[in-house]
């Protein structure tokens, strides 16, 4: 073999050795990124099938239903323009309450039931996850980015 075949050789090597590290790296980071959705997205249709993502929103008031004896809970989440039904298994975790900021992470079902896996709360009355509140944001302005704003009863909406 001549020293360019080699060289010709080394260089295909070396092209076919960093190609194939970069699918695997980019297969894991595929496998591994989670999606943000709020109800109104997943109303919409733009959640992938079958796969996980992260709901975010506010949990509605008097959702919230436990069969007695089971850690399984249901309640809704709503972005105030479409509701998504949530279904976990598990603990809840301390902070978590009706009418707060939730990020729930799993898969939606076929029924249009979204089973948790996880599900994460606010920490203090004025936090809320960040994807919720940008999504409440971007959705419906300041007025419904904030979920311990008290509602006016001049207010024309009925949400």
Not at 59 to 77: A, D, I, M, Y
């Amino acid at each position: 073999m001549t020293p360019r075949r080699r060289r010709l050789a080394l260089v295909l090597g070396i092209v076919a050795g960093v190609s194939i590290a970069g699918a695997l790296a980019l297969s894991a980071f595929r496998q591994n990124v989670t999606f943000f959705f709020d109800p109104s997205e997943v109303a919409a249709g733009m959640v992938p099938a079958g796969e996980r993502f992260r709901l975010g929103g506010m949990v509605t008031k008097g959702s919230l239903q436990r069969p007695p004896g089971s850690l399984e809970v249901h309640f809704v989440v709503t972005d105030f323009s479409h509701d998504v039904p949530v279904s976990y298994t598990g603990v809840l975790p301390d902070l978590f309450r009706e009418g707060a900021g939730v990020v729930a992470h799993g898969r939606l079902r076929a029924d249009g039931t979204f089973v948790a896996d996880e599900v994460l709360a606010k920490h203090d009355e004025k936090y809320m996850p960040p994807e919720v509140a940008r999504s409440l944001k971007r959705r419906h302005g300041d007025s419904r980015a904030e979920p311990t704003a008290p509602a006016t009863a001049s207010s024309g909406s009925g949400g």
